[in-house]
Structure formats: structure tokens, C-alpha cells
């Protein structure tokens, strides 16, 4: 029986006539023999270049700047609110708490509308102490960070921020399961580079005016605490929003966020507002508390969108252009000293950003980021073979193209459906024998449950 075999390679179309099944095998065997092998560095590095064409690269780098841009401006008015404005509001926890009592209103509604299996109560009797145990922690961390703005300079605070990415990288290995390859670890390397350029130049040196030597370390060790806890929670974020959903992790932070932060500002913070001369405060700082609780709104609102797009190591990385913001309008506004490091730093970062987001790195199979991805076209090989040797076998077309094969001809459904089954029985066994960090969850992915428990 006569069949046809239409096999390409590049450009040029080939026709084969042959007889039988060792026909095909010759066939197939040669035209394995002509696909390119990409063992070579020099085609890696093409590969990783080709990544940089698609959109979703762009989108999460795009979303890494506008978060760097909305940080530099919540820091800015920040330490606004606790050094410059007259009088000074000493309440760190009662200054973050409308951001939670927004969060809540949007997205804690949006879950109480939302069906049974998803809403509010299911989900707060099912591990509702989960989120209140990570609410704890975001506001503990934002507290902290709101604290050291009183007592250290501007320029120390954005400097031992930086101290959140070797505490992202260890515990999403411990945590996520994550291993890195070599394009995320030179990422990683060009952007510290770009660090260190700032700290070469003597951005420390730009002090505010009125801190002392006792204040300043008092405000980096809460700037260090805070840079730790907040590194913490994008971890423990990420595993969340790929485990379960962006809105019921926004809405119960909001919701156990607003419970805390009232709570807290009772507890702790009951006598300064008392004590404080409300009618006193200017409307300038009025309006500093107010786009400070917008752009707090807006930052942690994307937060977990770029988390679930790429990662907490990721987001770190992003934030880091913030330093460089800050010192852009420094040498404008504040007459920081001007060095031409400060650019060579923004450049390195950018590029350690870019190389870094080249490559996804390795996740979990239980995460619903993986289950999202496109699955492989299933491998009709077995089948044309069986329908070659199958007396009624007929007219069979071959194509293969840039060195993929593709099949496509005349089949029954009897042999389509016995192909699926094979090629999910044939992924599950792939699966089954990946790594720790692709194909199975860690002691502490089940913090959140998987999906299919929801």
C-alpha cells in the first residue's frame, strides 16, 4: 500500500513515496537526523534573546517600573507625614490603616458577591486563620517601616530595603520550592552591581537634616525588621495568589488588615491621638495622609499581580529602580550631589531586571500559574504506526516543520482518543519524575490548601 509523506525541513518541502513501515522509519529517522541540536551556548543565548520578543516579558517589567514609580511616591510622602509636616503624626499603625479599610470595602465586597464555594464565609471557615496570621505579619511590617521614617534618613531607608532580596531568594527556595537557574542568578548579580554603584557614589551622604547617630540606628534596625517582614509577606503572597485567587487574598488582607490595624492603634497609639492637636494639622498634611493612602491603596492592589506573573525575587528586583527616582529628584528638589554612578546604577539594574525576566523560574504543579500554561501537542506517532500496519490503514500526511513534527491525515476517532490517553498517561509519568521544583509541592505549599480542595 502506497503512502505519502510530505516531511520539511527550513524552507524546502521534500516529497517521499515508500512502501511499508521500515519506509517511514527510514523517513523519520532522517529527518531527526536534520533537526539543528541547540546544545551550544551561543544558541541558548539566542533562545533567552528570543524571549524578550514576546509580550508577557514587557507586561511584567512594564508593571515592575509603574510599582517602582508608585513606591518612590509612597516613600516620598511617607517620610513627608513623619519628619517634614508640623505637627509631626506619630501613629505608624493608624497612618496604614485606611489602606486596609479600602482593600476591604473593594475587594472584601467583591468576595461576599462571589458564589459559595469562593465567598466570604466559606472561605474564612476554611483558612480564614491563615490569612489572619499573614494579615499580622503585612501590617507588623508596614508598621515598621512607617516607624524608621522618624528616625533615620530617606537615603538609609531605601538602602537596607535592599536587604529584602537574599531574604526572598532563600525563602522562596525553602518555601516555593524554587531553584534558580544561571540567567536568574546573573540577573540577580548585575542588579546588586547596580547597588553597590549607589553606595559607591556616597548616597548615603545625602542626610536629612536632624537625625543623629543614636535616631539612625534606631530607625535602620526598624527599616531592617520591616525589609525582612515585608519579604515575608510577598513570599507568603505568592504562594497564596498562585495557589488561590489575587481577590480573595486582597479581600481577606483587607478584612483582617482593618481588624488588626484597629486593634493595634487602641492598644498602642491610643494617646497620641488623643493627645494630638487636630486642629493644628495644615491641609498640606491632609493632603500628604489622603495620595498617601491612594498610592498605598494602588501599590498593594498590584502587588500580587506581578507575584502571580513571576515571583517575589521578581518584585524585589522591580522595586530597586525606586532608589534611583529618588535620587533623580533629590539632585532637583533637594540638591542631593550629582555623580554619574547614579545612572550607571539605574542601567545596571534595568539590565539585571531584563536578564532576570528572560526565564521563568521552576514552580510548583499545584499552583494554578502552572496549570495555566499551554500543554504539549499530544504525539500521534504511536497511532500512524498502528494505522499503518492496520489492513484498512489509508492515505497518511507526514509534516514536520522548523524541526517539530506535526501530523496530520486521515483518523478515525477510535485512534484519537487512544492517542490522548496515551499522552496523558505518558505526561504523567513525565511528571511524576520531575524535580522537587517543578513537578511537586513542598512541606509548605499546603498553607494554602491546593485548588482542588477549595
Not at 486563620?129 to 501590617?139: F, G, K, P
Not at 483587607?254 to 493627645?275: D, K
Request: neutral net charge.
Amino acid at each position: 500500500r502506497r503512502i505519502l509523506y510530505v516531511v520539511s525541513s527550513g524552507p524546502d518541502w521534500k516529497m517521499h513515496h515508500c512502501t511499508g513501515l521500515s519506509a517511514c522509519t527510514r523517513v523519520c529517522h532522517q529527518n531527526q537526523n536534520m533537526q539543528p541540536r541547540n546544545n551550544g551556548i551561543c544558541d541558548k543565548i539566542e533562545n533567552y534573546i528570543s524571549e524578550l520578543s514576546q509580550w508577557s516579558v514587557w507586561r511584567t517589567i512594564i508593571l515592575g517600573q509603574f510599582l517602582s514609580i508608585v513606591l518612590y511616591w509612597m516613600t516620598q510622602l511617607n517620610h513627608h507625614i513623619n519628619t517634614v509636616s508640623l505637627p509631626k503624626l506619630a501613629i505608624p499603625t493608624g497612618q496604614n490603616m485606611p489602606h486596609y479599610a479600602m482593600m476591604c470595602l473593594v475587594y472584601t465586597t467583591w468576595m461576599s458577591c462571589r458564589g459559595a464555594g469562593n465567598g466570604l464565609f466559606s472561605v474564612l471557615k476554611s483558612r480564614g486563620w491563615r490569612y489572619l496570621l499573614l494579615a499580622l505579619i503585612d501590617v507588623e511590617a508596614n508598621t515598621l517601616i512607617t516607624s524608621s521614617h522618624q528616625f533615620t534618613s530617606l537615603a538609609s531607608i531605601q538602602l537596607l530595603d535592599c536587604v529584602a532580596i537574599p531574604v526572598a531568594l532563600a525563602l522562596s527556595c525553602l518555601v516555593l520550592g524554587v531553584r534558580y537557574r544561571i540567567v536568574h542568578i546573573v540577573g540577580i548579580s548585575v542588579c546588586l552591581m547596580g547597588v553597590g554603584c549607589l553606595v559607591w557614589a556616597g548616597i548615603d551622604d545625602n542626610k536629612d537634616l536632624g537625625v543623629n547617630a543614636k535616631n539612625q540606628l534606631v530607625g535602620d534596625m526598624l527599616c531592617l525588621g520591616g525589609a525582612v517582614l515585608f519579604s515575608v509577606t510577598t513570599v507568603l503572597q505568592e504562594l497564596a495568589v498562585k495557589s488561590v485567587d489575587i481577590i480573595e487574598y486582597l479581600g481577606m488582607i483587607g478584612f483582617f488588615g482593618t481588624i488588626l490595624s484597629c486593634i493595634q492603634v487602641g492598644v498602642l497609639e491610643r494617646l497620641q491621638m488623643e493627645s494630638a492637636t487636630w486642629t493644628t494639622v495644615t491641609p498640606v498634611v491632609i493632603t500628604a495622609l489622603i495620595f498617601y493612602c491612594i498610592t498605598q491603596f494602588v501599590f498593594f492592589s498590584l502587588v500580587p499581580v506581578i507575584l502571580f506573573e513571576s515571583g517575589a525575587t521578581a518584585l524585589q528586583l522591580a522595586l530597586l529602580t525606586a532608589d534611583f527616582f529618588n535620587v533623580l529628584i533629590g539632585m532637583l528638589a533637594r540638591e542631593y550631589k550629582f555623580h554619574t554612578l547614579y545612572f550607571l546604577s539605574y542601567t545596571l539594574t534595568m539590565t539585571g531586571i531584563f536578564i532576570y525576566a528572560i526565564k521563568r523560574t521552576p514552580m510548583s504543579s499545584g499552583s494554578r500559574r502552572q496549570q495555566q500554561l499551554e500543554t504539549p501537542a499530544p504525539d500521534y506517532s504511536d497511532v500512524i504506526l498502528r494505522r499503518m500496519s492496520h489492513p484498512d490503514g489509508g492515505e497518511v500526511e507526514m509534516a514536520t516543520s522548523s524541526g517539530m513534527s506535526a501530523v496530520s491525515g486521515t483518523l478515525d476517532v477510535m485512534d484519537i482518543k487512544a492517542s490522548s490517553t496515551l499522552g496523558s498517561e505518558r505526561e504523567t509519568m513525565d511528571a511524576t519524575s520531575l524535580p522537587l521544583s517543578v513537578s511537586s509541592d513542598t512541606a509548605f505549599t499546603s498553607f494554602y490548601g491546593s485548588q482542588a480542595n477549595l
